[in-house]
């Protein structure tokens, strides 16, 4: 059952296909502004902090992702200032929500049905495979027929993914400087997930857990899809 919640202005249902999903149309409620926003992003993402009382979330990592200081950061969280366009929408891809709700609190989701794979169905999934899992969410975006959900199962992606968040992957979606990930390295049947980066004309994979370093690929290494949103709902922080 999907509950509308506080603060949701309007709720109905659509079929796609012979799939039933719930579309809600939420706005947040009173007069909440974009610092506020996206101070509830990053605490739903888990960047809760004790030591910036100011703000109360950690700010660092989201500002290393979009190539912004910290202090602009937290200018954003005060409302002294807002990103650019293009700073926005590297902020929404990163937190896992939509553009429109981080810059105008309002927002469409809909509630859909997607393969839960075991990371190893993930190295030959084809669209046409049928899995016998089913992961259910709200989603913010729109997706590919041949997107799948994997579990995070261990350590090695904290702290933006602690074991039980479930990562949506889109093998559709364009992959460019900075993105996430799942791969297959030569010699390897093992499915990682890492941040892709482009330096030089040269590729990386970046482990998500600093304490790695990023190691160059070439041609053989396999890129099966790219990270496009994530449920923290039984994620262990």
Known sequence: MLSTGTGVNNFYSVKLGNKLIGIVLEK???????????????????????????????????????????????????GQSKPREDTLEAMAKWLGVTVSWLRDGIEISQLIEIPL????????????????????????????????ALEIKNDSSRPAFPPGTYIIIDPEEKIVHRS????????????????????????????LNAEFPAKLIDKSTKIKGVFVAADYTKAKF
Do not use: C
């Open 28 to 78: 947040m409620k009173g007069n909440a502004h974009f610092g506020q926003r996206l101070a509830k992003a990053l605490l739903d993402k888990g960047y809760k902090s004790h030591r910036n009382s100011a703000t109360g979330v950690e700010v660092t990592p989201l500002a290393r992702a979009v190539d912004v200081t910290p202090s602009m950061i937290i200018r954003y969280l005060s």
């Open 117 to 148: 794979l075991s990371w190893e169905e993930a190295r030959d999934w084809k669209p046409e495979t049928k899995s016998s899992n089913i992961h259910i969410m709200n989603l913010f975006i729109a997706i590919s027929p041949s997107t799948f």
């Open 180 to 207: 996430l990930v799942i791969a297959v390295e030569k010699g390897s049947k093992e499915v990682i997930f890492r941040q892709f980066l482009v330096e030089n004309n040269d590729s990386y994979l970046k482990p």
